[in-house]
């Protein structure tokens, strides 16, 4: 596709629900970002990954949080036991290596 | 935690007026970029800046990196409905973990017509 693919886009999920949030990166893409942008806030990065590794999940917040790219191209992020606090906008980004990051339209978490 | 503050937060002003937006820090930044973003999209880069005391100019907007790395400015002149939305700086480290962006909290910007 013509840039990054994020489904679905709105997603409301009750405390305590796991969650699987899909991002497809531009084709090639070898870096793959996800970020989490709360009400008000800019985005702040959760995990990176380069092809399939995970090179960087220091932003997770919590072991709830668990993110896959197995075959290095779609990203999973999930969330296990959703809790309020996780509402948010969560954003994938792609790039090639050591060039600008391309957004994706984000999916908005609402945890009730 | 390296931190990048933005100012003002909000900013409303007239078409046609000229704009000013600040992001500081105390941190020195390799490169330092502006995004925009609208409502329910994603943030979109304008500009990376690299060089200490490096002006960029894109239309209407100029962008200026501090000499010593840990500001920026975006400068908007006579400002138009379209420029409207939420302009977001965003640092890259120096050094290990240098792919990981700090983001400011943003600037929403409308302009009235």
């Known amino acids: 596709g013509a840039g990054v693919s994020q489904s679905p886009r709105y997603k409301v999920a009750k405390r305590g629900q796991d969650v699987a949030l899909r991002c497809d990166p531009i084709?090639?893409?070898?870096?793959l970002f996800w970020y989490q942008q709360a009400l008000g806030q800019g985005p702040e990065f959760l995990t990176y990954f380069q092809n399939e590794a995970q090179l960087d999940k220091s932003g997770l917040p919590s072991d709830r949080f668990f993110a896959e790219r197995p075959e290095g191209s779609v990203s999973t992020l999930k969330i296990q036991r959703t809790q309020q606090e996780d509402s948010a906008v969560y954003l994938c980004?792609?790039?090639?290596?050591?060039?600008?990051?391309?957004f994706g339209n984000g999916t908005r978490l609402t945890v009730t | 935690t390296q931190l990048l503050e933005q100012s003002p937060q909000f900013l409303s002003i007239q078409e046609g007026e000229n704009l000013t937006v600040y992001c500081n820090s105390s941190s020195v930044f390799s490169s330092l970029q502006w995004y925009r973003q609208e409502p329910g999209e994603g943030p979109v880069l304008l500009v990376t800046v690299v060089t200490g005391g490096e002006v960029k100019k894109l239309k209407r907007l100029t962008f200026q990196f501090g000499d010593a790395r840990k500001d920026s400015s975006l400068h908007i002149t006579a400002a138009q409905p379209g420029d409207t939305g939420l302009y977001l700086c965003a640092g890259e480290a120096t050094g290990a973990g240098s792919y990981q962006l700090t983001f400011g909290k943003g600037t929403k910007l409308s302009v009235i017509p």
């Open positions: 980004a792609s790039s090639l290596v050591g060039s600008p990051l391309h």
């Open positions: 084709s090639g893409h070898v870096s």
